[in-house]
């Protein structure tokens, strides 16, 4: 109770476009992309079995807007039981040529194939298509600094400013300060800029490992 009180003292986005546009735009892109989600858990899920018969998806608990955790969904990338060893903003730290990862996970991650089943998270309220990517949910809130806890006050996203300009080539104080400046200027133009860059950023491949230093977590694989 404590934590939500913190939270709430933060100022929220209030601009008819942060209050109700955006979850308008989230559920009618979520609704579009479902039939692919579909598709590609047939094909990918099939490449996954034939690869190592390991599960599909890969669950992990995460925290959501206003500090409430849930449970992010994604294309199995990693090997069964590999560490999945990450900086404290949840971004993955693997480096090219990782035994962690598959055959097929390489693929995935390089197209962000991987990213595609939180469009599930996006329909049930959980997520948006976009804003800052959602930490794990280990770290206690009273323990956040200033801006990890402002990021908090909006939904995570399935991609965000970090992504889309910097991908996985920013230090963790830098990330947690793209995210903050996303919080304050939350808009849509904004956001379909973030998007074109988000497309531009996965067609040329950019930073799909993690060059930028952290402090790791190691939570248990789910």
């Not at 979850?23 to 989600?37: G, I, Q, Y």
């Not at 903003?89 to 996970?105: E, I, P, W, Y």
């Not at 304050?184 to 930028?212: C, F, N, P």
Request: aromatic share 8%; net charge positive; glycine share 8%.
């Amino acid at each position: 109770m404590a934590n939500q009180a913190t939270l709430s003292t933060w100022k929220h986005p209030q601009t008819f476009y942060a209050r109700y546009g955006k979850r308008a735009l989230d559920v009618s892109a979520a609704l579009a992309v479902m039939p692919l989600l579909g598709v590609l858990t047939v094909g990918v899920g099939a490449a996954i079995k034939l690869d190592d018969g390991g599960p599909v998806f890969y669950r992990q608990e995460r925290w959501g807007r206003q500090g409430r955790p849930f449970r992010i969904f994604k294309f199995r990338s990693m090997s069964v039981g590999a560490p999945d060893i990450r900086n404290a903003d949840s971004s993955s730290v693997a480096s090219r040529g990782d035994a962690r990862v598959t055959r097929v996970g390489r693929v995935l991650r390089a197209t962000s194939i991987d990213e595609i089943p939180q469009f599930l998270n996006v329909l049930n309220g959980t997520m948006s298509l976009i804003g800052p990517r959602p930490n794990l949910a280990t770290k206690p809130l009273d323990r956040m600094g200033a801006d990890e806890r402002r990021r908090l006050t909006v939904r995570p996203g399935i991609t965000g400013y970090n992504q889309a300009f910097y991908r996985n080539s920013t230090t963790l104080p830098e990330r947690y300060a793209a995210d903050c400046y996303y919080v304050d200027h939350l808009s849509l133009g904004l956001d379909v800029r973030i998007v074109l860059k988000t497309i531009q950023t996965v067609l040329t491949g950019k930073s799909v490992y993690s060059d930028a230093k952290g402090s790791a977590e190691q939570p248990s694989p789910a």
